[in-house]
């Protein structure tokens, strides 16, 4: 019983560092995985933070653009009502004349 319990032991003592030596290569590859996969994220994160960069300076030129149009858009409205106005006062008095 005493030379089993010794075996046992010695058997532990160098199954241990076999097994584990696996584990370790195991868990070196998964990290060595993982390493890639977070450096492929921030190539990502890079890339889109880049596209929100351009997406931005894209949207305030558009602003931009539409307040300008709109300024112009307002502008042309008052014209027109000022000729509208012009011309129902050109019609009005020749209106007045031809009923007299």
Do not use: Y
Request: proline content about 2%; hydrophobic content about 40%; charged content about 30%.
């Amino acid at each position: 019983m005493r030379k089993l319990a010794i075996w046992l032991l010695v058997l532990t003592f160098v199954a241990a560092p076999l097994i584990s030596g696996c584990q370790s290569k195991q868990l070196q590859e998964e990290n060595a995985a993982l390493k890639g996969h977070v450096d492929s994220l921030h190539v990502e994160k890079a890339n889109l933070e880049s596209k929100v960069k351009e997406l931005t300076t894209e949207s305030s030129a558009l602003k931009s653009q539409v307040e300008g149009l709109t300024k112009e858009r307002d502008e042309l409205t008052a014209k027109m009502a000022e000729l509208e106005k012009q011309l129902e006062a050109a019609k009005a008095p020749a209106k007045g004349k031809k009923k007299k």
